[in-house]
């Protein structure tokens, strides 16, 4: 691990640790250095080079170079000014004098460096070429105003994981021969690169084909990059930022809502762009473009209000989803108790219930881990997750270990996923059939679970599926082969030439085979990998330090659940790895710490965001309207066992659920305060809204809201484990899970979000098959049926159908009995 | 420097202080004052002023409104758009730099973009009401677009009284006459402005 040392920056003595960045350390003690292309948690690009700094007399790149202990440092020299003066001269060469028009309208980096750097003449010119703008679809590239600091195809691969951009040739002249002596260094090699390339597309078709995050316009210092749908909406400086929590899934990204009134005519607040601190985090497509899901109420509806309360007084059920804030969570829980009402949540119920059976046996009431920390492992296993949907944000972490740290990782899951597999060659995919989760999780507990101290039982049945077994390897081995060779020499003493025998040696591959004694192990067969699934993973494993597992919602409705769960606090007790589960849901971990749930519903119900037989809709769609996350103040437990705090972005003329509340004999103001009476028992803290902070600091410490604590629990002593039961799910195989930037209704109701619902199916699976894009089919199952059309999914391969649920016309859930997958027969009607 | 000097504030020995009588504070005095007033023939003076220069018939006021003065070309009226002399077209490129400026907040602008992937202004409107003619607008402009006009005749029966970007725009008759102003105040070009610029290099 690294330690702790001291460095000089400017005279100014600061401590960081071994082998970090000197700009981070200096980024973290508020010194200025300037630089364009580096992005914290990113590799260094190195193509900006402005960075230059002097460490102990020699020019180094401060976003490369690494701190060592006693390090000396100087930001500026005489050198050093004239190198960056040069360079941002070379970045306003040809830069169209358009800012007046351009969509970073003063937010602009370019801008920010020339006026720092008093950039006030040019010396260099270097004839343009044609460079039009082009539509990627929900992207716009104007080539003419891009710099070329690959930030976006930096933020693409390291961070997304996409790699959908690239640097391609510009075709321009080449520059001036003279520069190369005339011009600082560092500034002409700059501009010789920057002068060759342009961003591209690394498919190299006319539109983007990605996962849809935009996080390369949000990074891109200059207006080449923009969001389609906020081109030449409104200027920056006009916008008002509410720092705000996404309400989406259960990642709980910090973002800010940019809001203005909607026209002259129309002085109504509206939301027209969502930023975030990208440096920190990073958002998804849903996060990004569907923020327009607020429910607008003109006024009071006072007739609907009174049939709401008088339907909470006749209830005795209160069904709801856990896409609603802490507080309100709380207030159900306090109806729950006054009203002696049944709270019926059944995504929570199940988590609550893994987290209740995982708690027995690691003696704490949450899991260990989170998303941070899986960023800077470099093992990372993820099991039981439809990664790239259920929670993108673990997908980035996943791919930020790899990428940056040099990790490797494991990816169980039944559906395979181009995307995931596309994140590099150190990733292994292992597609296993349903229901074999418990055995990817014995596996593992296997492969890295510590035999000396893990419970006897377990050995041995873990020993049960090794056996010995013969195999003939065929091995090349190098050889050495002499031979006699004539060559043709000048005999010295008579300067002719003559025939000389000389022999030589030279190695020769040569194919052997042989027999080995080899492990088999019998967990492989079952999860149906390869031979060389072990080779490879071995060679993955090298240099490995940090491990870290993400859960996620196939095993919280897995038959076996409760197994699962003890076989991942197993997991965590014995070995390395440290776990971190998804939530299904925006804030299904505060509802399952905050509410009793009970499992069946009973005859009357009132729905909150589901049907029931009152309805309150955030969707608009209810008997009596709710605001929607947006227009709310409130908290979000996220997946890093963080309570976030939203602010109202958007207004809301309607009643609140704290009004019914109110009504109904509990007294408070305001819905937030209840922040500071969440249940401290559970891990909350008694801290009152308002104190809450929403920001990051300079140096990446995260300061939103407050980490909940992680509470022990009793344990028992039992730490048994059922078997695992071979049964797989085999035949015409469906999967509950969303597309990408899909979540749930309220994405769905969103209008840059424009996804398709139907029926997924992969492009190989449309060919083997006699379905195509566009036909009626029937899904039917045991437990129901639906019609819907076949949308064709490239971001999936395989024979699994996917059935979306952010749909609730389709009522995909039906079709299921809790666990993810399960036969069907597929028609076309 | 001591306090004394600035305490000191008779700045010149050529003040004098203008002798007022005190005001009366009893009944009988205030009783007075009004008799006084009311029966001295202060007001006859001022009606004599006017008596004698309506005979004089030498009229030195406007007959506003038949008459009106010539405005300067820097005076700072309603608000004109101006076209390009190319083209006709627009100069206003909807950068929203005079929305931005306005410190009695009363120009908005909308955007959108156009089917040539353009910026365009969809809406303008200036708040006359509110609008204290300060030329701030007209000097951020970077296309000399928004500009004062000498039209001050804007009264109105309501305080708020708004101008759209039709209605400032230079009209395409007065255009193509060849007529439309270009304004000398805040925002024009100053003289001599092609030598102070420092050209930058072409490489063609």
């Known amino acids: ?829 | 420097m001591k306090n004394e000097n600035f305490n000191d504030r008779n700045v010149s020995d050529d003040y004098f202080k203008v002798d007022i009588a005190d005001y009366p504070t009893t009944g009988w005095g205030k009783f007075k004052r009004v008799i006084d007033r009311t029966f001295k023939i202060e007001l006859l003076v001022g009606l004599w002023v006017v008596l004698r220069e309506m005979f004089k018939f030498n009229i030195h006021t406007v007959k506003y409104p038949e008459e009106k003065m010539p405005i300067g070309p820097r005076y700072r009226a309603v608000h004109e758009m101006k076209r390009l002399w190319e083209s006709d077209t627009d100069r206003c490129i909807g950068c929203g730099l005079c929305e931005k400026i306005c410190i009695s907040n009363c120009i908005r602008i909308d955007t959108k973009i156009d089917e040539n992937s353009r910026k365009e202004v969809s809406e303008y409107s200036i708040n006359l009401g509110r609008c204290i003619f300060c030329g701030y607008c007209a000097e951020v402009c970077p296309e000399l677009a928004i500009t004062h006009g000498g039209e001050y005749e804007n009264a109105s029966d309501q305080r708020e009284h708004f101008t759209m970007y039709q209605d400032m725009l230079t009209p395409l008759d007065k255009m193509k006459a060849g007529k439309q102003l270009e304004f000398e105040g805040f925002g024009a070009i100053t003289p001599h402005e092609d030598e102070r610029v420092k050209k930058t290099p072409l490489a063609y």
């Not at chain 1, 510590?450 to 190098?478: C, D, G, N, Q, R």
């Open chain 1, 1 to 829: 691990m690294s330690s702790n040392i001291t460095i000089t920056i400017d005279n100014q003595e600061i401590s960081t640790t071994e082998g970090e960045f000197i700009l981070n350390a200096a980024r973290a003690n508020d010194i200025f250095i300037p630089a364009i292309c580096y992005l914290t948690r990113c590799s260094p690009t190195l193509a900006c080079r402005i960075c230059l700094v002097e460490a102990d007399g020699k020019q180094v790149y401060a976003c490369n170079a690494k701190s060592k202990n006693g390090m000396n440092i100087t930001t500026s020299t005489e050198n050093i000014e004239i190198e960056r003066r040069a360079i941002m001269e070379v970045y306003d060469v040809n830069h169209p004098l358009q800012c007046g028009v351009c969509d970073q309208s003063g937010e602009c980096e370019l801008q920010n460096y020339t006026l720092e750097l008093g950039v006030d003449s040019q010396s260099y010119a270097v004839k343009d070429v044609q460079r039009d703008a082009v539509d990627w679809g929900h992207l716009h590239y104007d080539p003419g105003l891009c710099i070329v600091c690959e930030r976006c195809s930096t933020a693409c691969k390291d961070m997304i994981g996409d790699n959908s951009l690239k640097t391609i040739p510009r075709g321009a002249d080449p520059l001036e021969a003279e520069y190369k002596e005339s011009m600082p260094k560092d500034a002409y090699a700059m501009w010789n690169k920057l002068n060759k390339s342009l961003i591209g597309l690394t498919s190299g078709e006319d539109m983007l084909d990605c996962t849809s995050c935009g996080e390369c316009a949000a990074v891109c210092p200059v207006g080449a990059l923009v969001d389609t749908q906020f081109m030449y909406k409104t200027n920056a400086w006009e916008l008002k930022q509410i720092p705000a929590t996404c309400g989406h899934c259960s990642a709980g990204c910090q973002i800010s809502y940019d809001v203005k009134h909607t026209s002259i005519e129309n002085s109504d607040e509206k939301i027209y762009r969502v930023m975030n601190e990208w440096n920190y985090v990073s958002l998804c497509g849903a996060g990004r473009y569907g923020f327009d899901y607020e429910n607008r109420v003109k006024a009071k509806d006072e007739v609907a209000f009174a049939k709401a309360v008088e339907a909470f007084k006749q209830a005795d059920t209160i069904k709801f989803t856990s896409t609603i804030t802490n507080e309100e969570a709380y207030i159900l829980q306090s109806l729950k108790e006054k009203l002696g009402v049944k709270l019926v949540n059944d995504e929570a119920k199940s988590f609550q219930t893994f987290l209740k059976n995982y708690s027995e046996i690691s003696g704490t009431k949450l899991y260990s881990n989170d998303l941070k920390a899986t960023h800077n492992s470099n093992f990372v296993i993820s099991i039981g997750s439809a990664l790239k949907s259920d929670n993108p944000n673990a997908r980035y972490a996943l791919n930020n270990s790899m990428t940056v740290n040099k990790g490797a990782g494991l990816y169980f899951h039944p559906v395979k996923d181009p995307i995931i597999e596309g994140l590099g060659k150190s990733i292994m995919s292992v597609s296993h059939a349903p229901l074999q989760e418990e055995a990817a999780l014995y596996l593992i507990l296997d492969l890295f679970g510590e035999k000396e101290k893990l419970p006897s039982e377990v050995v041995e049945y873990l020993a049960s599926f090794h056996s010995e077994k013969t195999v003939t390897v065929t091995e090349t081995i190098k050889e050495k082969v002499i031979e006699i060779v004539k060559e043709m020499k000048v005999n010295e003493e008579t300067g002719e030439e003559e025939e000389v025998e000389v022999e030589k040696s030279k190695m020769v591959p040569k194919k052997v085979e042989k027999e080995v004694v080899v492990d088999d192990n019998r967990l492989l067969q079952i999860l149906g990998v390869d031979d060389s699934f072990m080779e490879k993973l071995e060679k993955n494993l090298k240099k490995k330090d940090t491990f870290a597992l993400i859960a996620g919602a196939d095993l919280y409705n897995h038959p076996n659940s409760k197994n699962c769960a003890r076989l991942l606090a197993l997991i965590e007790k014995y070995s390395e790895f440290k776990i971190t589960m998804i939530p299904a849901l925006t804030n299904t971990l505060g509802v399952s710490l905050i509410c009793e749930l009970d499992d069946e519903v009973g005859s009357s119900v009132v729905g909150y965001n589901t049907k029931g037989d009152f309805t309150l809709s955030a969707l608009g769609d209810g008997d009596l309207d709710m605001p929607a996350i947006n227009q709310q103040e409130g908290t979000l437990t996220s997946i890093n066992k963080r309570v976030n705090p939203t602010n109202a972005a958007l207004s809301y003329n309607g009643y609140t659920l704290n009004d019914i509340a109110n009504a109904l004999g509990l007294d408070s103001s305001q819905t937030i305060d209840y922040t500071a009476s969440l249940p401290i028992a559970n891990g909350f803290k008694a801290v009152d809204f308002d104190c809450l902070p929403n920001h990051y600091d300079n140096d990446g410490v995260e300061h939103r809201g407050y980490l909940l604590e992680n509470v022990t629990t009793k344990t028992s002593a039992d730490e048994s484990v059922d078997q695992i039961n071979e049964d797989k799910l085999e035949g015409s195989l469906i999967y509950l899970a969303n597309p990408v930037r899909q979540f749930n209704d309220f994405t769905n109701k969103t209008t840059n979000l424009d996804e398709v619902s139907g029926v997924y199916m992969s492009a190989d699976y449309l060919n083997s098959s006699d379905f195509n894009e566009g036909d009626t089919v029937k899904v039917k199952t045991n437990n129901g049926e639906l019609v819907a059309n076949v949308v064709s999914d490239n971001k999936i391969s395989g024979d699994i159908v996917i059935l979306p649920t952010f749909d609730t016309n389709l009522n995909s859930e039906a079709l299921f009995s809790g666990y993810r997958f399960n036969i069907a027969s597929i028609e076309k009607v």
